[in-house]
Each structure stands twice: as C-alpha cells, then as structure tokens.
C-alpha cells in the first residue's frame, strides 16, 4: 500500500515552454503532498509544501510564479514549471502522505527527470 | 535553520564487514530523525526513524542529542545493502517537513 506515482518519468521541452507534472497517490488519500528537486550527485531539496484545496507553502528561494503548484484534490497534486529554461533541468521527486499514518510518513514517487532544451 | 550533514559521499566495503554511516545535525530542538534509502532505480523509502527504535534489515541508528548525530551501522553488510543512503531530519510541529542530508553511497562488495 502507500503507492504513489509521477507522470510523466521523463520529459524534454524546449526552452520557454512550460511544463506539467503529476503527482497520485494511489491507494490513499494524500492530505499533504511535496515536491523536491533533485541535482545530479546533490541530495533532495524541498520546493513546496502542499495540502489539499489551499495554496502551496513554497520554501525560500523558491519562485512561486516559476513552480506552479496545484493540490485540487486528496490524490492528485501538480507541478507546472512554466517558462521552462535550462537551468530548470533536473529531477523533480514528489511524495505524500496522510494523516493517520505514523508520524505521517512521506512516501515518494519514483522522480521526473526534466531536460530543457 | 536546520542542517543534515553526511560527511561521506561514498563507503566501499566488504561483504560481512560492518559499515557504518554518519549523520550530524544543527537543530536547537529535539527534532525527529531518519533514514532512507534508494536502491538502484527504485524509489526512495524509508529504512527506519529514531523514535522508533527500530532494527530494520539488520539496520540501527542511536540519536546522541550530545553530539546531535545519527550514525547508521550495520554489523555485517550484505551485497543488496549497496544503496544510496539519505539521513533526513523533521523538525516538531513543521508538518512533517524533511530536511535531507547529502547522502552516502554504500557499495558492498563481494
């Protein structure tokens, strides 16, 4: 149980185009949802934290109007990177998790990996 | 702010051999703490959290608030323990929010 999913796995774009991805909780009901980004060789960084049918908290540094962050409901959150540029590229992971889970556990997706082109 | 350190990117032992991993924290609170793990082209799961006192796959880390580390330590490592290993920490009452270490690649060799 505890399955989530990202869509899509992988995704080129050209530079100046925005770009949409999903993030499903498959077997629960995700009261609160994150997006990291990840650098090649770095650790995970926190971008936003998301709860469903309010605003996302996005963390400093972070360009809000850049990572458009939408948790329209308990199973489903995006993450629309708009203006997409190169610098953009890199790997973005998503996890979820529930109240009522111990100590509300985060359960992650398996990662999109952007390139901008 | 809070602060996860790994200060190993890469541990190469041999299997049966121990292994351990370091973790140090800045944190002025009693933060939760844990470990997680990706193995190669999976996903990232979690192995085992502080306040559990858990051993999980012959796994166990010890919280020294003295020395705010969170050393991960395996008697005798097995080849599928090779993995990239992440210490994360939460402070209380921030959601659950994880602050993630560097990580530390384990390679077990036979």
């Known amino acids: 149980g505890a399955v989530v999913s990202q869509h899509p796995s992988r995704v080129i774009c050209k530079s100046g185009t925005s770009v949409k991805i999903e993030c499903r909780s498959l077997d629960f009901q995700a009261t609160t949802m994150f997006w990291y980004r990840q650098f090649p060789k770095q650790s995970l960084m926190l971008m936003a934290t998301?709860?469903?049918?309010?605003?996302?908290?996005?963390e400093q540094g972070v360009e809000k109007d850049k990572f458009l962050i939408n948790h329209a409901s308990l199973t489903l959150s995006t993450l629309t990177v708009t203006s997409a540029h190169p610098e953009d590229s890199s790997f973005y992971i998503c996890?979820?998790?529930?109240?009522?889970?111990?100590?509300?556990?985060?359960?992650f997706g398996p990662g999109t990996r952007l390139t901008v082109l | 702010a809070q602060r996860v350190t790994q200060p190993e990117k890469l541990l190469s032992v041999f299997k049966g051999a121990p292994v351990e991993l370091k973790c140090n924290y800045s944190y002025s609170g009693s933060p939760e703490l844990f470990w997680y793990v990706q193995y190669s082209r999976q996903r990232l799961q979690l192995l085992l959290r502080?306040?559990s006192r858990e051993s999980i796959k012959g796994f166990t880390a010890d919280l020294n608030k003295g020395e705010t580390s969170f050393h991960l330590k395996k008697p005798f490592a097995q080849e599928e323990d090779s993995a990239m290993y992440y210490c994360?920490?939460?402070?209380?009452?921030?959601?659950?929010?994880?602050?993630f270490g560097g990580g530390t690649r384990v390679l077990v060799k036979p």
């Open positions: 998301s709860n469903e049918g309010s605003k996302a908290t996005y």
């Open positions: 502080h306040i």
């Open positions: 996890s979820a998790s529930y109240s009522g889970s111990f100590y509300n556990e985060q359960f």
């Open positions: 994360a920490l939460s402070p209380p009452a921030a959601g659950n929010k994880l602050t």
